[in-house]
Structures are given as structure tokens and as C-alpha cells.
């Protein structure tokens, strides 16, 4: 009788002292584009993310200007779409959210987001289902997590960890 006790004490401490040390939620930065907000999409791309179990942490609707888009596309910078780019996301008001998963979150949204070109991204990705010119492609997510990082300090400082 005494041994049994002893053992689910064992067993039940460790596990529970494990599962609050790795819930510590992981963020990404998601921006619905200009053309996501013109055609109605906000609900459904954000639908999307909160039915695959991400959480939103913060969401607003902004516009952007030329500045904040320099700083965002900093690595696009003198590339020859640069100037539609900026002119794009600055048109009109875009969506910028930060959501929240387990682990790895900026994988799990760029994955659900699919290709930059939704002529080539998969069906069944937000692009794939419902884009059909490149630059105007409705979403952006960060593509790592110091990117992840780096964006949410530039839209939400609030929010940022470091
Ligand atoms: P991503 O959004 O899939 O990460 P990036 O290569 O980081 O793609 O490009 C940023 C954004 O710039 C794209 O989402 C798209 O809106 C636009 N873009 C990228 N490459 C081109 C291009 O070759 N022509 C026109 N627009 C482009
Ligand atoms: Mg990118």
C-alpha cells in the first residue's frame, strides 16, 4: 500500500512540473493584406488560423505607411517589385495580427498560407484556395522565428519579448 502511494506521487509530479515548463505559447506575425481586407476575406483568413488551434494575441487594423513598409521589407529593398510592393500594402488598410501556438508557429501559419505565387500555391493553403495574382498574394507571415521576432517589435514593441 505504502509503495503504490509512492509511485503515483513519482509519476504524477514530474509530469505536471514538465507541462507548465513547455507552455510557454510561441508568436507569429500575420498581416492580411490590402486586397484581403477589399474583398471581404479578413473573417475567413482568420477563421483559418483560429480553427487549426492558433490564438490571436493582438489584432488591429492599420494603414501602413511607406516608412513601416521599409522596415518590414527591409530585405526587399531595391529589388524590381519593391515599389508595386510598397504601393500595394499601403493602398488601403491591412489586418496585422499576432498569433500564438505551441511550437514553431510561423511554420505552421507559412504552411496554411502556401506559395508567394497563388497561381502556383497549393489548394487547400489561404493563397492556393484564394489568391489569383502574385503580388497580390492577401497575407504575409513571418518565414522564421527570428523574423517572427523582428516583426512583431516593429508593429506591437508591446508584445515583443526582447
Ligand atoms: P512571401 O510573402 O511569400 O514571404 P517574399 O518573397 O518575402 O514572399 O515577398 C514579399 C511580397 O512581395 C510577396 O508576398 C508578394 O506580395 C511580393 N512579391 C514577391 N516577389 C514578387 C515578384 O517577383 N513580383 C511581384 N511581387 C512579388
Ligand atoms: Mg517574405
Redesign the pocket.
Known amino acids: 500500500m505504502t509503495f503504490e502511494i509512492a509511485v503515483t506521487f513519482r509519476i504524477a509530479v514530474p509530469f505536471s512540473i514538465e507541462g507548465i515548463a513547455f507552455q510557454r505559447m510561441d508568436r507569429t506575425l500575420i498581416i492580411c493584406k490590402p486586397d484581403a481586407v477589399e474583398r471581404g476575406l479578413v473573417g475567413e483568413i482568420l477563421g483559418r488560423f483560429e480553427r487549426k488551434g492558433l490564438k490571436l494575441a493582438a489584432a488591429e487594423l492599420r494603414v501602413l505607411d511607406e516608412e513601416t513598409l521599409a522596415r518590414h521589407?527591409a530585405e526587399?529593398q531595391g529589388k524590381p517589385?519593391y515599389n508595386?510592393?510598397v504601393a500595394f500594402m499601403s493602398r488601403g488598410p491591412v489586418l496585422v495580427a499576432v498569433v500564438e501556438g505551441v511550437s514553431e508557429t510561423w511554420r505552421v501559419a507559412r504552411q496554411m498560407i502556401g506559395a508567394?505565387d497563388p497561381l502556383a500555391a497549393d489548394p487547400g493553403t489561404i493563397r492556393g484556395d484564394l489568391g489569383n495574382q502574385?503580388?497580390?498574394?492577401l497575407i504575409?507571415g513571418s518565414?522564421s522565428g527570428e523574423s517572427a521576432e523582428r516583426e512583431i517589435a516593429i508593429f506591437f514593441p508591446d508584445l515583443s519579448r526582447g
Not at 134 to 137: A, G, I, L, M, Y
Open positions: 521589407y526587399h517589385f508595386d510592393l508567394t502574385f503580388t497580390e498574394n504575409h518565414d
